[in-house]
């Protein structure tokens, strides 16, 4: 059996941008919720068995969403 070295591999130039987006991605998911839920409360007329989420993003407040 031949044993071969191996180099260690070596970081890409992305992968900072990659993991700075998965960090942002894993810590905007737990805080969409209760802004949506937030949301229902603050909207007048806004019923969430009739109208999706993404209704919240119409008129003044649609920065929000």
């Known amino acids: ?9 070596t970081a890409h ?3 900072g941008v990659n ?3 998965l ?5 905007a998911g737990p805080i ?3 802004a949506v839920l937030l ?4 909207r007048p007329h806004y019923d969430p068995l009739r109208h999706p989420i993404s ?3 119409l008129g003044g407040a649609g920065w929000v969403q």
């Open 1 to 9: 059996m031949r044993m071969f070295r191996t180099t260690p591999p």
């Open 13 to 15: 130039p992305g992968e």
């Open 19 to 21: 993991r700075l987006l």
């Open 23 to 27: 960090v942002a991605g894993a810590v």
């Open 32 to 34: 969409f919720l209760p």
């Open 39 to 42: 949301q229902d409360l603050i």
């Open 55 to 57: 209704s919240h993003a």
